[in-house]
């Protein structure tokens, strides 16, 4: 049965992963096995992200989808960063190297990748960190490519809605990596413990497909945000220990690791609340590190690689939502075999 308005076989989404989880061999995986697959086009160069929408067209002809990052507005304090680069110089000289002396904003090649989008048609073109402009869902839609973003308030989704979203993704606290936000929910409000209750309230206030995203792990949760009113669910740290993630080696390897015993929000890493395995380097300078993105993603970025290359998971974003623990070591496609099945066992 065809999941509407995505034209997919199953309710089932593979999340983009900025930074290296996605690849055109997952998503083309999970696209081929009737779900839909994304690439994750932030933190990369529209030439790269071309090209790796030409490796999934090699490998399927089935729908897919690419995210990419809305920039935020250039508000960054340069002191704080400052102040914070200071902080991190035991860091750089633990991993030898040397910290940029002053990290940029930039709003990841948002002009180019908007017209990648339009050119190549991609099926369901993404967004994330905020919504596109009414015109660009327009330019989207008239190529017919699907304009999906994600919120994470039912006023988020409303701004949505507004700028012509035709699948809202509501994103939950318990998911993994980045955090969505990108405005300001009123002070008295905050997000429910259950994910099924947030896509509730969404649903309240918006008539457009959703998406549920945080924290799902397996046939039965997917189940659950479908009977609370979602059409699919979006899974992302399921998917980072098959074969075909991009994810690193130490990444995959933590995930399955006793010692990391929970995850925790952190800007420690990006200067933009984000969910992850809880480390050393999270616990010695979540209380430093000024909420400045991307400015602090490039600070760090190179620390970053450098404890990978090193095999050091304690100064790595390992990003993981929180149900990490209920991860397989599946092969993609065969892991949405499985999820297919426990859907149908759970919803019996």
């Known amino acids: 049965m065809s999941v509407a308005p995505l034209g997919v076989e199953h309710p089932i989404i593979q999340a983009p992963m900025a930074g290296g989880g996605s690849t055109p061999a997952l998503a083309a995986a999970v696209s081929s096995a009737g779900g839909l697959g994304f690439l994750a086009a932030g933190y990369r160069t529209a030439a790269d992200v071309r090209d790796e929408i030409a490796a999934v067209r090699e490998r399927t002809d089935r729908p897919f989808g690419v995210s990419v990052f809305v920039p935020g507005p250039e508000t960054a304090d340069d002191a704080a960063v400052a102040l914070y680069r200071k902080e991190l110089s035991g860091e750089a000289e633990r991993y030898g190297l040397t910290l940029p002396e002053s990290p940029a904003w930039d709003d990841d090649a948002w002009d180019a990748k908007v017209e990648l989008l339009v ?8 967004f994330t960190f905020g919504c596109p402009p009414p015109e ?9 490519s699907v304009v999906l973003v994600m919120v994470n308030t039912p006023w988020e ?18 998911a993994g990596g980045h955090q969505t936000a990108f405005l300001p929910p009123p ?3 905050a997000p429910p413990a259950a994910l099924t209750d947030l896509v509730a309230q969404v649903r309240r206030v918006v008539d457009v497909p959703l998406v549920a995203a945080g924290g799902l ?3 039965a949760d997917i189940a659950a945000v479908l009977d609370a009113g979602a059409v699919a669910g979006q899974l992302g740290t399921a998917f980072l220990r098959t074969p075909e993630s991009g994810a690193h080696p130490v990444h995959k390897a933590a995930l399955a690791d006793p010692h990391f ?3 925790a929000f952190t800007t420690a890493f990006s200067g933009r609340t984000a969910r992850g395995l809880a480390n050393r380097f999270m616990a010695e300078h979540e209380a430093g590190a000024p909420r400045c993105y991307p400015q602090v993603h490039h600070l760090t970025k190179g620390l970053r690689r450098a404890a990978a290359a090193q095999g050091d998971p304690e100064a790595m974003a390992l990003w993981a939502g929180d149900g990490y623990r209920r991860g397989r070591e599946l092969p993609a496609a065969r892991l949405v075999e499985v999820l297919v099945e426990e859907i149908a066992a759970a919803r019996r």
Do not use: F, K, N
């Open 261 to 263: 015993t929970g995850t």
């Open 136 to 144: 660009v869902a327009a330019r989207l839609r008239e190529v017919g």
């Open 157 to 174: 989704a409303e701004a949505a809605a507004e700028a012509g979203a035709d699948v809202i993704c509501v994103q939950g606290p318990g």
């Open 187 to 189: 002070p008295s409000w």
């Open 217 to 219: 792990m397996d046939g």
């Open 119 to 126: 050119a190549e048609r991609v099926p369901v073109a993404g």
